[in-house]
Each structure stands twice: as C-alpha cells, then as structure tokens.
C-alpha cells in the first residue's frame, strides 16, 4: 500500500528564515508527486508536480525536488503570508483508478 | 474560469440523516474523485468517477455512495450519518485520471 510521512509535523519560522519540509514516500511506481498548501476551512491549492527523480520546480519563494524516496519543499525567505499546511500526495502508475495518497501535512508557521 | 464549486459549504445534520453534496468540475473535467479530510489528517480517497463511471473506491462502508451525471458533476451521498462522519469534504476534478487534480473548497460536515 502506497505511503506518504510528512515531517516535521509543525514548523515555526521567523519570517526570513529559509527551511525545509520533508516528505517520505513509498509507492508501486511513482506517476507523479504533488505538493499543496491549504489555508484553515479551505481546500487544497496546488503547487507542484514532481514526476521523476532529480527534477526541480520553483515559484516565488517556494522550491519543491523530488528524489527515489523522498521530496522537500524548501521555503526561502518566508514571510507569514507563507503560513499555511503544506501537503504531499503521490500517485501511482498502476491500477484502474488514480486515487491521491496523502500525507499528514505540515502547519508552517512564520512570525513577524 | 469558475474552478471546482462544491455545495453547501457548511452542513449540519443529526445522526441517522442521510445527506447530499454536490461538485461542479472546472469545464472541460471530465473526471471527479471525493476525499473526506477529518481535521488535523491529509484528505482520504473516498471515490472517483471517470466519463460517468465509477473508476475506484476507497477503504469507506457502503453507507457512502456517489454518482456522475451526463454534465460530469457528481454528488456524494451518505446514509445513517454517524459522530465520525463529521469532516471537510473535498472534491477533485482533473481531465482524466492521473492528471492534474485541482481541488473545491469543500463542504464542511458536522454531525451532532
């Protein structure tokens, strides 16, 4: 069974300070991973694909690689509008359906 | 371009009632899958429905149940509410499975 451990489970940065949010993953064949941030009482907003190890994808303030077993989304001079849970998922290539595994999350937490 | 619309947002129910929620893909989706979020957890996989059929299901009784109509929107129902019912229910379309998933607000459950 596939299997996402996001660590830490929470992160408190003050604002400036660059960090990174670990994902660990096990899957039969990796389709893609993903990276969302979701904000309290609202869905999850999509951030990233990684589909192969060794791939890189950037926005803003925001880096997300992707290795054979894990995925880091580094956090480059945080600011607290970056406060946020951020999720990892992975899909797999086998099977009919194309279900999202998630892990837990991390609530970042940036301070003035 | 209107994104996932998911209603209602919020729902309060009593146990044993049977509710219905509904999802509005982003047009041209023609895929849909349900993920129920219990507050502090990554979302789990519920359903998805792919060109109107059901393409996977996940570990959730048969209390839960879901359909796509011709337009691609879907409703999720579920019967006999229980206390452990009560989640952020999330909904996901992509244009097919495995591609990009982009998710709804959600409609917040609570059972009493």
């Known amino acids: 069974e596939d299997q996402v451990t996001q660590s830490p489970e929470a992160l408190r940065l003050q604002e400036g300070e660059s960090s990174s949010l670990n994902c660990s993953y096990t899957v039969s064949g990796l389709r893609g991973l993903f990276w969302y941030r979701q904000d309290p009482g609202k869905g999850p907003e999509f951030l990233f694909t990684?589909?192969?190890a060794g791939e890189e994808k950037e926005k803003e303030r925001l880096k997300a690689t992707l290795t054979k077993k894990e995925s880091f989304l580094h956090i480059t001079a945080p600011k607290p509008e970056d406060s946020a849970t951020y999720l990892c998922?992975?899909?797999?290539?086998?099977?009919?359906?194309?279900?999202?595994?998630f892990g837990k999350g991390i609530t970042l937490s940036v301070r003035p | 371009d209107a994104g996932v619309t998911q209603s209602p947002t919020h729902l309060i129910k009593t146990r044993g009632q049977q509710v219905t929620l509904r999802c509005s893909p982003i047009?041209?989706?023609?895929?849909v899958s349900w993920y129920q979020q219990v507050l502090g957890q990554g979302p789990q996989f519920i359903f998805q429905?792919?060109?109107?059929?059901?393409?996977g299901r996940g570990n959730f009784p048969d209390r839960f149940s879901a359909r796509q109509f011709p337009n691609y929107s879907s409703e999720l129902n579920v019967n006999a509410l229980l206390l452990g019912d009560s989640a952020l229910y999330l909904c996901?379309?992509?244009?097919?499975?495995?591609?990009?998933?982009?998710f709804g607000s959600g409609t917040r459950l609570t059972v009493v």
């Open positions: 429905y792919y060109e109107k059929e059901e393409r």
């Open positions: 990684l589909y192969s």
């Open positions: 047009s041209g989706h023609k895929s």
């Open positions: 996901a379309s992509s244009l097919g499975p495995g591609d990009g998933y982009t």
């Open positions: 998922a992975v899909l797999p290539h086998t099977g009919a359906n194309s279900k999202l595994t």
